[in-house]
């Protein structure tokens, strides 16, 4: 199994442009999950989609954030306008069942710099 | 909401030596998850703990659920430079079964 991919691996863009981080989870599994990591504040959960449709989107931190899953295997995370703020490094999750009990499956992330 | 507060922030060890790190809640967990996040690399679930209790071992790591259900632990024996990384506890909470909260992590550095 390729694990969970997400691309690109690191971005660099101003201050104002849109960014879109990418994100194929592993096969079969049905949730989904955008983490952002910061030192600051450590990992935040950012939204959860369970077999596509976003089901909790509470830590998205405003309305230039949004995530779409439009099929089980392909998720993106946009950021439009982009903000030096939003550096950090995104994290997009996936397992089955949806079930943070059995803990989920990261990707490798993508890290973020807005200058 | 809910938090975990892990201890050490951080530690620099000699190789062959054994490492303890915990991790404490406010509130009870009923299960607790101890993830490695290698340096450029998205976390690992390392070990999983369902019951108050329960140690469970995986090769050279060990972890405990605590009686109390608001703690936990993860030993590392005998480190070697390849532990280095960032150990993270989680549970789900905050009323959800699928939101993970994460503590902030123990910096692990090993000294060849």
């Known amino acids: 199994d390729a694990g969970v991919i997400q691309s690109p691996r690191h971005e660099v863009t101003e201050m104002g442009q849109e960014v879109t981080l990418r994100c194929k989870p592993i096969?079969?599994?049905?949730?989904l999950f955008w983490y952002r990591q910061t030192m600051m504040r450590g990992l935040e959960l950012l939204i959860y989609f369970n077999n596509n449709v976003p089901i909790d989107d509470s830590g998205m931190p405003e309305d230039r954030f949004s995530a779409k899953m439009p099929n089980a295997s392909f998720s993106t995370l946009k950021i439009q306008p982009s903000e030096p703020r939003d550096s950090a490094v995104y994290f997009c999750?996936?397992?089955?069942?949806?079930?943070?009990?059995?803990?989920?499956?990261f990707g490798s992330g993508t890290r973020l710099t807005v200058v | 909401g809910q938090q975990l507060n892990q201890s050490p922030q951080s530690m620099f060890i000699q190789e062959g030596e054994d490492v303890s790190m915990n991790c404490t809640s406010s509130s009870i967990f009923n299960t607790w998850l101890w993830y490695k996040q290698d340096p450029g690399e998205g976390p690992v679930l390392l070990i999983a703990l369902y019951k108050a209790g329960e140690l469970t071992s995986n090769g050279r790591l060990t972890a405990q659920f605590g009686i109390t259900r608001k703690d936990s632990f993860l030993n590392i024996s005998a480190s070697i430079p390849s532990d280095v990384g960032i150990y993270f506890c989680a549970g789900p909470g905050g009323g959800s079964n699928y939101k993970l909260t994460f503590g902030k992590g123990t910096l692990l550095t090993v000294n060849p």
């Open positions: 999750a996936s397992s089955l069942r949806g079930a943070g009990s059995y803990g989920y499956t």
């Open positions: 096969s079969g599994h049905n949730s």
